[in-house]
Antibody
């Protein structure tokens, strides 16, 4: 059974940092593209970043470029999102997702990040 | 960046009725790499349709994806109360990947 379980969310002040983790089981991580997608309160889904499972390619949405870093640990079958210089508009539920191509077939249930003084 | 515009914003239907959801792209989606997701509150989004028209394993056959280029449609032939959710299209052809703003389907 495929499972993606996010952790690391919480309350952080503007300008602070947070590191999200996603533990993946049920598929061979390095063969997949892995994504972070977020949903701000009352808003729709927004794609944030993706990484090829072997770590060789990464892409970001413009609004997080230079502040967020997506990474992976194949040995641990884990995905990470290092979030620095956090702003109020980064407040959202962050979902981990993965797929063989760029379409995310498998998803976690998300972890909440709140950026507030 | 490819902008996806979904319509209508909300659909309110009775069980057994047909639902037609539209997704229009600001430029051609290469190879029709367009996906449809179902999202219910508090749950993980669920992939229904890949590559514009490929139903993924486990998707009920009342869900049909169609279209190409810049115009795409998700049709639910006979809505069921369990179909109450927000539906998103996403283009997976060009980075940044982008979602439409969503269509909320309500079942009366």
């Amino acid at each position: 059974e495929v499972q993606l379980v996010e952790s690391g969310g919480g309350l952080v002040q503007p300008g602070g940092s947070l590191r999200l983790s996603c533990a993946v089981s049920g598929f061979t991580f390095r063969h997949y593209w892995m994504h972070w997608v977020r949903q701000a309160p009352g808003k729709g889904l927004q794609w944030v970043a993706m990484i090829k499972g072997d770590g060789s390619q990464r892409f970001y949405v413009d609004s997080v470029e230079g502040r967020f870093t997506i990474s992976e640990d194949n040995a641990r079958n884990s995905l990470y999102l290092q979030m620095d210089s956090l702003r109020a508009d980064d407040t959202a539920v962050y979902f981990c997702a993965g797929g063989l191509g760029w379409t995310a077939q498998y998803w976690g249930r998300g972890t909440l990040v709140s950026v507030s003084p | 960046e490819i902008v996806l515009t979904q319509s209508p914003g909300t659909l309110s239907l009775s069980p057994g009725e047909r639902a037609t959801l539209s997704c229009t792209a600001s430029q051609t989606v290469t190879n029709n790499f367009l996906a449809w997701f179902q999202h219910k509150p508090g749950q993980a989004p669920r992939l229904l349709i890949d590559d514009a028209s490929d139903r993924v394993a486990g998707t009920p056959d009342r869900f049909t994806g169609s279209g190409s280029g810049t115009e795409f449609t998700l049709t639910i032939s006979r809505v069921d109360p369990e179909d109450s959710a927000v539906y998103y299209c996403q283009q997976c052809a060009h980075s940044p990947l982008t979602f439409g703003q969503g269509t909320k389907v309500e079942i009366k």
